[in-house]
């Protein structure tokens, strides 16, 4: 999906060095607006299925 390319590609840049470092835990923020879709857990899902892996493998 496009709409998460630019975050995709943040976080395929940045997560290695924060492993490196050794960092204990990393806080992702995701405003929503609300309503019926809850876009934030939806984007909150595709971001761990595409990293939860990256990190500990």
Same mark, same amino acid.
């Given at each position: 999906?496009? !709409?998460?390319?630019?975050?995709?590609? @943040?976080? %395929?840049?940045? !997560?290695? @060095? $924060? #492993? /490196? /470092?050794?960092? +204990? @835990? !990393?806080?992702? %923020?995701? =405003?929503?607006?609300? =309503?019926?879709? $809850? #876009? %934030?857990? @939806?984007?909150?899902? &595709?971001? +761990?299925? #595409?990293?939860? $892996?990256? &990190?500990? =493998?």
């Amino acid at each position: 999906m496009t !709409l998460f390319l630019p975050h995709r590609q @943040y976080l %395929s840049k940045w !997560l290695p @060095y $924060h #492993r /490196d /470092d050794n960092c +204990a @835990y !990393l806080t992702i %923020s995701i =405003g929503c607006t609300g =309503g019926r879709r $809850h #876009r %934030s857990v @939806y984007i909150a899902k &595709v971001l +761990a299925e #595409r990293f939860v $892996h990256k &990190v500990n =493998g």
